[in-house]
């Protein structure tokens, strides 16, 4: 069956700090990744998808970035996180198939102090 | 640019009742409506979905109401009980291959006893 994990399910990081989150999929080949941000009254913002390897686009310019290592691991990081960045983060995937739809993680509940 | 308007925030139902959420959208290209039930700490999951070939799609107790010359779509919860209590996406995605979702600000629907 197909997975999604993603980690950690909380981070308290301080201003200025890097930031690295982390998302694995199992159980499917290539699939489509992608990075959202949920903020309160404002629904899930697209941030980056990925629909393979070095192919990687990103949605709204900001403090991050996100990279694809490997074909089913998916990281979004920052070089120096800013206030602004506090939010919950959740990764998803998608087979790419036709009015299929997207499988997302549990997320991780960033602070940034 | 917000292309997908979700009413209302919040929503409170008596055990038993009806729950409706309403969206509407503006890009005439999209061609992929899912709902997604997010409970708190959690990731949203995949709760129902139609396509704008249909007006009506059910599955048990949630049926998804599809207008497409109005632009609109609504789901309706029949029998609304507790462990309803969630919040509720509504989305939209063209097929381009990247299936990139576009969300609805959320609602808060809490179902009371």
């Known amino acids: 069956s197909q997975t999604i994990h993603q980690w950690p399910a909380t981070l308290v990081q301080p201003v200025g700090s890097p930031l690295s989150l982390e998302c694995t999929v199992e159980?499917?080949?290539?699939?489509?990744l992608y990075w959202y941000r949920q903020a309160a009254g404002r629904g899930l913002q697209l941030l980056f998808y990925s629909i393979g390897i070095d192919q990687i686009s990103s949605e709204v310019p900001q403090n991050l970035s996100a990279s694809r290592p490997q074909d089913r691991q998916f990281i979004l990081s920052s070089k120096k996180l800013l206030l602004s960045d506090s939010g919950f983060y959740l990764c998803?995937?998608?087979?790419?198939?036709?009015?299929?739809?997207?499988?997302f993680g549990n997320g991780t509940r960033l602070t940034v102090t | 640019q917000q292309q997908v308007k979700q009413s209302p925030q919040s929503l409170i139902v008596q055990k038993g009742g009806i729950s409706i959420i309403n969206c509407a959208y503006e890009?005439?290209?999209?061609?992929?409506f899912p709902w997604y039930q997010q409970f708190p700490g959690k990731g949203p999951a995949l709760l129902i979905a139609i396509r704008p070939d249909v007006s009506e799609k059910k599955e048990g107790r949630f049926t998804i109401s599809f207008n497409k010359s109005a632009k609109q779509f609504s789901l309706h919860i029949m029998d609304s009980q507790p462990g309803d209590s969630a919040t509720y996406f509504c989305?939209?995605?063209?097929?381009?291959?990247?299936?990139?979702?576009?969300f609805g600000q959320g609602t808060r629907l809490t179902i009371n006893p």
């Open positions: 890009n005439t290209a999209f061609d992929y």
């Open positions: 998803a995937f998608g087979t790419g198939v036709y009015n299929s739809p997207l499988h």
């Open positions: 989305a939209a995605s063209e097929d381009q291959g990247a299936q990139k979702l576009v």
């Open positions: 159980g499917t080949s290539n699939p489509n």
